[in-house]
Structures are given as C-alpha cells and as structure tokens.
C-alpha cells in the first residue's frame, strides 16, 4: 500500500511539473486534438502551422477554404463578384483575391477569414502575385494591357506598368528579383524588375501564353499554350522555346473550351521532380517525370480541370473541375483521386498554403473592413 501510495504521489508530481513547464511556454492542452475552428473556418492556431486551400469561384462571390487534414470545406469567404487570382502573404497573414466583377485587390486576414481592406485597380483583374517581401502585389489587368502595382501597406495602386495584349498571369521568382508575366493574345512572356518595374526581356513561346510552371532557378519554364494539348518548354537564359510536349491525342469530336485552352493548369512539385498538367478538354491530369518529361500517369478528374496547385510538402495535388463545381485531390504517392470535393460554382484558381495565425492560440481581433478610394 504504501508503495503505491508513493508512486500515485509520484505521478501528480509529475503532471503538476508538466502543467507548470506548459504553461509558462504558454502551450495549453487541446480539447480535441484538432486545431480550434471558428464556425466560418477561421484558425486559431497553438504556434504551428496549418495547410489550407483556398479556392476562387469565379462564377460566384466567394473563396472556398479546404482543410486538406480532413478533406472537408471548413469555410467560405465573400470577396465580391467573380473572383480570379489569389495569392499569399510572405508571413501567410494575409490572403490577397483579385475579384474582376468589382475590379479590386482584395485583403483577407487569414486568422478571422474576415475582408480587412480592398483596394481599386484596372479592369479585369487576374492572376496576382507579390514581392518577397510583401510589400507590393501585381495585378494583371486583361482589359487594360497593363499591371497594376498595389501598395499592401496602404492598399492602394501606386504603379502601372505597361504590358502586351491580355495580361492573364504574373509569378514572382524565387529569389524575388523578377516579375513574369504571361499574356494570351499579346503571345508573350514578358520579365520585369520587380524593383524597377523596368522590362528586362520578352519571349514569344509560340502562341497565347497562359499558366506557367517556373523553376526555381529561372532556368526552364513550363508553359501552357493555347491551341497545344500539352506543354512548351521554354529556356529562360536562351530565351527561346526548346521542346514541345504533346499529351495525348484527344478524340474526335471531343468539346474544346474557350481561347481553345486545351491546357491550362500545371504545377511543379516542391521537390521539382515532377510536373502536373491538365487537360482541360481531355478531363485529366497527367504527371510527367523532372526533368525527364516521361509521363508517368494520366488521372482522371472532372470537367474542365482548370488549375493546379500543391500541398507544400508534395503529397497533395488539388485541381479545380470548373464545370462540375468541385475540387479533386490527388495522392501524389498513388497518382489517384483521393476525394472530390464540392465548392462553389465554377472554380478556378486555387492555392494550398501553410498558415500560421497567430502565436499560442492568439489571433488578432477582425478589424473594420476599409473601402477603397472612389
């Protein structure tokens, strides 16, 4: 009796040093092993990150939001009318949504999923990226032949850099240094300072430029083009397109889709040991071996399979079935459909992101959303 009796005096001793260590880290306990969610799918994070995905559908108002740990829709975030393009804060503090409806560059707080400011730019806003350091963000605007650079401090245009015909889709380089930007009837692949917004070089791929799969050290790109049921690679030092790769023959008969995009979304995994593409017409994704091009598979989606994007430690790829209104997630281990998953009506852009919200499960407080300058 009484060794037990020391050993249970033991154990509290133990758990009451614990308590005491957590709590001046200021760690608590969780209640359900899961991150605690807000009911509109906000994070309230225990200092570690979390991946989401975040999905515009641009026939709607909105921006769906994925936990990729439970495949489940954990939120949704009114942006205004026909959102396209979104990208990330260098911090992941902060969502950006160009919504083309409205012609604005739209701030979220990704810990509240709540709209903090918007700001007014071009028309038809696309694709938008940012600098490395989270200073400014670009906005292609595809009715105004031009990018539009926005001040994320003050949420304000403070730039407009010229651009060829249709704007549709800027990347920002690895190291921040360079501005790509790909226009469909402009043909072209146009890099800029990011810190001049000076034109450093233009490429012709072949035919309308649109998404692009950069490698991190700038030297091939990957490059969907109209017409092509496949890819261009284009060398970037060169500056000139050195193969083409066709994916299969589709059959006859089959639906083409607007601008005749045969192709539209591709993506690098973080690794950069393999590449997925889409065939939009085709309704599937095929992966292809780095730098090799061998295909290694051809799965099977739904219709029009528009955009890709991956889980940052490369186990996921999500792409959004533009006409069937839903997101597929695929095992890149299995190269088969994991899930499918409802969204919103018509999606297209979408992006997986590791966020952080905040520190020992604190968060900021929403703020008041602000209007842009009329």
């Known amino acids: ?70 495949m489940k829709v954990v939120g949704s975030i009114k942006v205004g009318d026909n959102p396209h393009g979104l990208i990330a804060s260098p911090d992941r503090r902060t969502l950006y949504v160009s919504v083309e409806g409205t012609d604005e560059l739209v701030a979220v707080d990704i810990a509240t999923n709540q709209v903090k400011s918007r700001a007014k730019v071009g028309r038809a806003p696309n694709e938008v990226s940012i600098t490395s350091d989270g200073r400014f963000v670009f906005v292609p605007l595809r009715n105004d032949n031009a990018i539009d650079v926005v001040d994320t401090a003050t949420m304000k245009a403070v730039d407009r850099m010229k651009a060829p015909a249709m704007p549709h889709n800027t990347y920002v380089s690895a190291n921040g240094r360079h501005l790509y930007l790909g226009t469909m009837s402009g043909s072209r692949i146009t890099i800029f300072d990011t810190t001049t917004h000076k034109q450093l070089a233009e490429i012709a791929p072949g035919d309308w430029v649109r998404p692009i799969a950069l490698r991190r050290d700038e030297s091939l790109a990957y490059v969907a083009l109209s017409k092509l049921h496949g890819f261009a690679v284009v060398d970037l030092k060169q500056e000139k397109t050195i193969r083409r790769v066709e994916l299969p023959t589709l059959p006859q008969g089959t639906e083409i889709p ?80 994991v899930t499918t998953i409802p969204v919103g009506h018509e999606p297209k852009r979408l992006l997986a992101i590791d966020v952080n919200t905040g520190i020992n499960g604190r968060s900021p407080a929403p703020q008041p959303e602000s209007k842009p300058d009329e």
């Open 1 to 70: 009796m009484y060794y037990v009796a020391a050993m249970n005096r033991l154990k509290l001793t133990f758990v009451l040093v614990a308590v005491v260590l957590l709590a001046g880290l200021g760690v608590s306990a969780p209640q359900t092993g899961q991150p605690p969610k807000t009911t509109h799918g906000s994070i309230l994070s225990h200092g570690h990150q979390t991946t989401r995905v975040y999905v515009t559908n641009s026939k709607g108002d909105d921006v769906t939001v994925i936990d990729p740990a439970t």
């Open 258 to 337: 607007p601008y005749d995009t045969l192709t539209h979304g591709l993506a690098l995994t973080p690794d950069e040991r393999e590449l997925y593409v889409t065939s939009m017409a085709g309704k599937a994704v095929y992966a292809f071996s780095v730098p090799e091009l061998k295909q290694l598979a051809k799965i099977d989606v739904g219709r029009y399979p528009n955009w890709i994007t991956i889980n940052p430690d490369g186990r996921l790829v999500w792409v959004s079935n533009q006409l069937d209104d839903t997101v597929s997630a695929i095992d890149t281990r299995s190269k088969k459909v």
